[in-house]
């Protein structure tokens, strides 16, 4: 009676499945790195357009309209920058959130099946942990960005006032 000297470890059936779901999950990373960097892109096209029209504004009184456009069209300018920016934010937090989450089943996925390590670059808690902080920094901009349009549409709504009333 010949009995099989199969290597202990997972079945073969059930590696297939778990590759599966970590390609499932990277799959899942990469569309919502995609949406984030799509929202990203829309919102400094925008800001970049904006912030060219404001310019303009500014710069193009003329004696016909005089002052009344100047005070007008900065601000509106500014409040649509403001409201544009406003309203991108959560878009950006929530796709980063969401790769948060999928990033987090990988690292489980990586913890519970340790045959999966040849498919990681954070084979251990302290690589995990680097890369992840890496990451952070990487997205301080995309994070950040909303936060310094909002400050600079409010402040940038101020100026055609300060400019006509106390010059």
Same mark, same amino acid.
């Given at each position: 009676m010949a009995e099989s000297t199969t290597p202990q470890g997972p079945d073969i059936s059930e590696v297939t499945t778990e590759r599966e779901l970590l390609a499932f999950y990277r799959s899942e990373i990469r569309f919502e790195s995609e949406v984030v960097n799509g929202r990203l892109q829309a919102l400094l096209t925008s800001q970049a357009f904006l912030v060219i029209a404001y310019a303009t504004a500014m710069t193009g009184s003329t004696k016909r309209w005089g002052?009344?456009?100047v005070l007008l069209i900065p601000p509106l @300018?500014? @409040? @649509?920058g403001f409201m544009l920016t406003f309203l991108a934010w959560p878009g950006i937090r929530a796709a980063y959130d969401a790769i948060a989450r999928w990033e987090n089943?990988?690292?489980e996925l990586h913890k519970r099946c340790g045959y999966l390590s040849d498919f990681t670059l954070a084979p251990n808690d302290n690589d995990t942990r680097d890369m992840m902080k890496r990451a952070q920094e990487g997205a301080l901009f995309a994070h950040r960005a909303p936060l310094v349009f909002l400050i600079a549409w409010a402040i940038f709504g101020f100026i055609p006032f300060y400019l006509y009333w106390w010059k």
């Open positions: 002052d009344s456009m @300018l500014a @409040l @649509l089943k990988q690292h």
